[in-house]
């Protein structure tokens, strides 16, 4: 019988590291799980931050700018030398005829058929390209550095888009919240009232009624309080959609609705001038107009003559059966170094159109910057007044909901006392529900326009 041995420390010591192992292992998987469940926690501005760097759009318009670079190059290469190699074979079937004076004879009237040449035939040759002056390849470079700045702007404005984008549903939460907050607060104060009022009428002190009513009311704002649940949840999954997480994780706003509104200078925010070559749209529509201007001399060029050289090395090698791989035979050797001149003289004023087109879009890119350069001025001082009545609104709202709070406390107070009837209640209480509607809105609106602001004037900083 085989005798059991006790494992030595030997084996403990191979045992070590994968217990080790196993411990890291079970502490990130626990660690990982808590993070999950924890979720993320963002600032408004590391809202922004996350989602310019994370959010698809952006990703899309970066593959763009790499896509810009690389026609940048094909541009660039195209000026460069070019070097091409040609092989080609040639199996005679049946060499050509051709006439000939007899010479052999002294006959020179007469003709004579003869054929030249061998079966076999092969040639390999290498061609230098170099363009020496082309006027059309200046201006292509200077259009693909103003293609490379397009798509940089394109990528600029995306990220400005994407920055609208987040902070109007991080607002949009934030309201959404501030909303629940509310009703749930309102619930509460309903519930202890509807306990009261039931208890008065099993003491016959109020009608069945009464009681009816503040159950309807509380039935009511949970309902409400139920579909704003739902649109906050979705809410937060479109935020984690724009910012480019993934739909289901959990996400905490690190930034409170009070506190935005509190840094909110609206002095400073009218006082601000409004710099016009900042606007990435205006600067949109320079660069086309840049481009325009491009394609217009692009277009012109086409009249330049173009001078390019060439240098070609030629092996060639005849053969009357295929033995080319025969290296004891002759490849006899040629080179060619030449230069061409293009020189256009007369296109039937085709392109005499196309230049005319290119000027007529020109003339049209200039309108569309003239244009929108209008149209900015008026969007901003539109918005600043937006925000301005806004703000004014949110102010009066704030007041005219804590007026109604006061009403309804006092309404409330007599009706504990028999003084009010529940209709005088109801009235009071509904009147600061839409109140309470009426002040939300206002943060909103406030929001919403100083984000539009914000996004003309690209001051998100």
Known sequence: MA????????????????????????????????????GQKFSLEEALEYAVRNSYETHRSRLDVEASKKRMKETVAGGLPQINSALAYLNNLELQTVLIPNFFEGKFDEKIPVQFGTQHNANFSVTVEQKIFDVSYIVGLNTSKIYQRLADQNLERTRLDVKEDVAGTYFLILVSEESESIIRSDIDNLKKTYFETKERYKEGFVEETDVDMLRISIMQLENSLHNIQKQTEVAYKLLNFQMGLEIGTAVELE????????????????????????????????????????????????????????????????RDSFNFFNFDKSWFRSQVLGINVRIPIFKSGAQKARVQQASIALEKAKTARIQTSQAMLLEEARIKNDVLSAYENYLNSKENMNLNKKVYDITLIKYKEGVASSMELSQANDRYLLSQSGYVKAISDLLNAKNRLDRIRNSYE
């Open 255 to 318: 930034d409170g609705l009070e506190e935005i509104i509190r840094e909110f200078d609206l002095s400073e925010t009218l006082k601000a001038q409004f710099d016009l070559s900042l606007n990435i749209d205006y600067q949109l529509t320079e660069t086309q107009e840049k481009l325009a201007a491009m394609a217009l001399k692009n277009e012109k060029a086409r009249y330049w003559p173009s001078i390019s050289g060439f240098y070609t090395y030629q092996r060639s090698a005849f």
């Open 3 to 38: 005798e059991f041995k006790h494992p030595g420390k030997k084996c403990r010591r191979r045992l070590a590291p994968l217990i080790i192992l196993l411990f890291h292992a079970v502490f990130f998987a626990q660690h990982k799980m808590q993070a999950q469940e924890t």
